[in-house]
């Protein structure tokens, strides 16, 4: 690991919590350097990062100020696992395995081009209860090319941290789509709706670091429990 990544980890895990407080200063370059005993420069890089993922607002003769993460709920991009959610939003959450079992490829998958015709999946759905109310429900098809089946033990925790920390399964990027929809049978079956019409419904592909597709995730959302947001920052237009 790069050293200026491995400091951007380690300032960000401080900001997170809240060791460096929202709208205080990061210590200088100069400090940050003698601090890891390396040159500006790879602190630079590090408060770049920190700058491009929202954590930090440099003001010219100021510094570093830290902004409020908290603040910024879910992200629309990057690929974040339940539990990574969840810790990030401070939130206490369960997750219960209803159906973790070998299908075939459904059809929609097959004209999305994202599988073959007949190749066995896992079909994995979790429902996950926040403050004590089924809110979500998530429904995957992983492929068995890549991973032969799933102790549902694990995936109760986070499927993300199994593939990736027990598997060493590299997921590198995804497509989104977001939409609201009617709500179908199943949410009705699975979410507590109070009496909600609608549903904000996440569907994603998502690919490994050696872009083969890995699976296929769909994420129905209670709406009035839905909040996803993004940390924008403006860059400056270009002159000819």
Excluded: C, W
């Amino acid at each position: 690991m790069n050293k200026f990544f491995k400091i951007y980890l380690e300032l960000r895990e401080k900001i997170e919590n809240r060791q460096y407080r929202s709208n205080s200063l990061l210590p200088s370059e100069n400090e940050l350097a003698r601090e890891y005993d390396v040159s500006r420069e790879t602190i630079r890089k590090a408060l770049l990062l920190l700058l491009e993922n929202g954590y930090i607002h440099k003001i010219q003769g100021k510094g570093s100020i830290v902004l409020d993460v908290n603040r910024y709920r879910i992200p629309v991009t990057g690929l974040l696992s339940f539990k990574e959610r969840r810790q990030f939003q401070d939130v206490e959450a369960i997750t219960k395995v209803l159906i973790n079992e070998e299908v075939e490829a459904p059809d929609f998958l097959v004209r999305l081009g994202l599988v073959k015709k007949g190749e066995k999946l896992i079909y994995l759905v979790r429902q996950r209860i926040v403050d004590g109310e089924a809110v979500i429900l998530d429904k995957d098809y992983i492929r068995k090319t890549v991973i032969d089946s799933l102790p549902t033990d694990r995936v109760e925790e986070s499927l993300y941290e199994y593939l990736e920390k027990d598997l060493g399964i590299k997921i590198s990027y995804g497509n989104k789509d977001f939409k609201i929809e009617p709500v179908s049978e199943e949410d009705l079956t699975y979410i507590d709706l109070n009496g909600h019409k609608h549903i904000a419904v996440l569907r994603s592909d998502v690919y490994t670091e050696g872009t083969d597709f890995l699976h296929y995730t769909e994420s129905r959302h209670r709406v009035d429990k839905f909040h996803f947001s993004e940390f924008a920052r403006r860059r400056g237009s270009k002159s000819n």
